[in-house]
């Protein structure tokens, strides 16, 4: 081989590769005219702010793994990117039975995996039902790699906790989870232990996308960044930490109601610069054709007054809608430092929620005073729920039962956060800090880390103290609160706990969710869920800080992409305008 003339075309290829996937600023300078007045073609170039943990579905744990692997992967139903309701993905349709507990669903007929060398010729083949009951068993089996059972099939499947067991004991049940049956070819079953009205909004999560057997066997634990799913986009390049590069999927399945293939864009281009600041200039520039949130120092000269942000007139359009998403600190409860109520407690009514939103968010936010479930839920009254207000008195009142009088004694802690999110992650940090000196006398280090060590240190329990934002899987109450189920804390304590890392229990608090989980009138569901919520909010499992609204700047060309409050991106419709010489 001549290493030389592969040097070169190396070298060509590259430079091709930038330039088609945003190295120029005149993205989508022409574009193919298809019916119904939209146009194929183009770059889609999005900045997050932090860098992706895994993109195997049953691995993911946060939303920028989730916002790329959406692109990628599907399951039998997805959300509507306009209204977050469930709608048809690789289940063309479906049925259940009165109670809810039997459902059925139908699937498209040739509908093909992404081409990849796991098949033989290298051509993807034909998804089944079969495929479905793979990937669900392996949903439900014990395996480090696995992080979705427990807000997923965990005790609301029949058979999957005994599935669980057996995958535990080395011992793995022939039939599978006996709960998922594939009737036919194209038919596949899923019964429930109990009934369960939102069980579409569980299948439309990551947990439950599919992908073949025959990339898990050649790939295993690197299908964290080796995906092969049946969505509009596949992976083209991928150098971690600086960029991933999507392109379109040839053989999508999907068409638009003018009958034109799906997706319309040629590419996506993520990149991962962390400064929020920079991501703004980049965007301004016409580098990238989004910014989601904004650098808080900038938030005036970008929107002005921001309660009339949406009607001022700017080169782009300006999109904010209330967020399913609440930033808070998590407390470790298995720690001698916050097994005491009244230390968490204390800690929750000496910050003042009001002085960060207006000033160190520049009203980008709302106070977090009620419960975690945040105020997007038009028929969850998270109001009824009384939460913290700034209280300095009370607070050292509180720290003093717990026997810190003026805060002597109190040891030296460490609020552990991540580099990423813009600059609001270490600006919050700083003011809490600041607060909690003053108003309790207790001394706060501040341990800045990298996205995935920060997840992995306290979902192993290592953290103590930090920082984090819980969006929403799916537009219900139940996604918040499922953080506090003491079931989903493992039997192991050094065991990873994703979803209640605060390793809290109660069981007042258990009897109401796990009501409300079999609970199918959605009023009395919701009115279970937010005593559930209440009884939380008085044991201080966490501090809330804001809930988020979710601002975002898209470039005017920038079509069919709407707005939501869960963030939740499907880019099979997007599409760019050619934009004008």
Sequence with gaps: MNFSKLFVYFLLISAALFYSCGGN???????RLAKGNVYYGGVFRINENDEFKSLYPLNITEVVSQRIANQIYEGLVKLSQSDLTVVPALAEKWEKNNDATVWTFKLRKGVKFQDDSCFSGGKGREVTAKDFKYCFDKLCEANAQNQAFPSTFKERVAGADEYYQSTVDKKPLAEGVKGVKVIDEYTLQINLSYPFAGFLNILATPGC???????????????????????????KNMREGDNVILERNPNYWGVDENDNQLPYLDYVKFTFVKEKKSEFLEFKKGNLDMVFRLPVEMIPEILGNIDHARDRKTEFDIQIVPALSVFFYGFQHQSNVFDKKEVRQAFNYAIDRDKIVNYTLQGEGIAGIYGIVPPAFKEYDCKKIKGYSFDPDKARSLLAKAGYVKGNGFPKITLQTNSGGGDRNIQVAEIIQKMLKENLNVDVDINVM????????????????????????????????????????PSDPNGVSY????????????????????????????ELYREADQVAIDDAVIMPVFYDENYRLVHRNVKNFPANAMEY???SKVYLEPVKK
Aim: with cysteine.
């Design 25 to 31: 600023k005149n993205n989508q300078k022409e574009g």
């Design 209 to 235: 996308w599919v992908y073949p057997k025959e990339a898990f066997d050649k790939y295993g634990i690197d299908m964290r960044a080796k995906c092969v799913g049946t969505g509009p986009f596949m992976v």
């Design 450 to 489: 990298p996205w995935a060590e920060h997840i992995q240190s306290f979902e192993m329990g290592k953290a103590l103290f930090w920082r984090e934002t819980w969006t929403a899987d799916f537009p219900d109450p139940e996604t918040f609160l499922n953080l506090f189920y003491s079931k989903n804390i």
């Design 499 to 526: 979803m209640n890392s605060m390793r809290y229990r109660s069981a007042k608090f258990d009897s109401l969710f796990s009501s409300a989980l079999r609970e199918v009138d959605n009023k009395k569901r919701f």
């Design 569 to 571: 991106r499907d880019l």
